[in-house]
């Protein structure tokens, strides 16, 4: 089953959570989701991410698994942070075929 992933990322969402306390959202719903990106990356301190790796991941059709841990601690913060809210969103939504 694994070999079917090209990456497997485990995302503890209480401490990515902070990282869009101060989101400033533009208009441009790609240019949020990739910044989203940048900042769970750095607050998970992934060596050498950088904006073409966020670039393949969005645009890729190879899968990806992403294990999202800790609904039931930021359950209250989602709707105070737009940008964490869009993100989760993206992540979740049936249209992105290539996430799991």
């Known amino acids: ?3 079917q992933f090209q990456l497997l990322l485990h995302v503890p969402l209480k401490k990515i959570s902070n990282a869009f306390d101060n989101d ?3 208009d441009d719903d790609d240019d949020d989701i990739e910044k989203g990106w940048l900042k769970v990356m ?3 301190s992934i060596s050498n991410w950088d904006i073409n790796d966020t670039k393949h991941i969005l645009r890729s059709k190879d899968s ?4 999202l841990d800790g609904f039931d601690e930021i359950a209250n913060e989602v709707n105070k ?3 964490l ?3 989760l969103q993206h ?3 049936n ?3 290539n996430y799991f």
Not at 64 to 67: R, V
């Open 24 to 26: 400033n959202r533009s």
């Open 42 to 44: 750095s607050v998970l």
């Open 64 to 67: 990806l698994l992403l294990l």
């Open 85 to 87: 809210k869009q993100w």
């Open 1 to 3: 089953m694994w070999d």
């Open 95 to 97: 249209e992105n075929s």
């Open 91 to 93: 992540c979740t939504a």
């Open 81 to 83: 942070k737009p940008g």
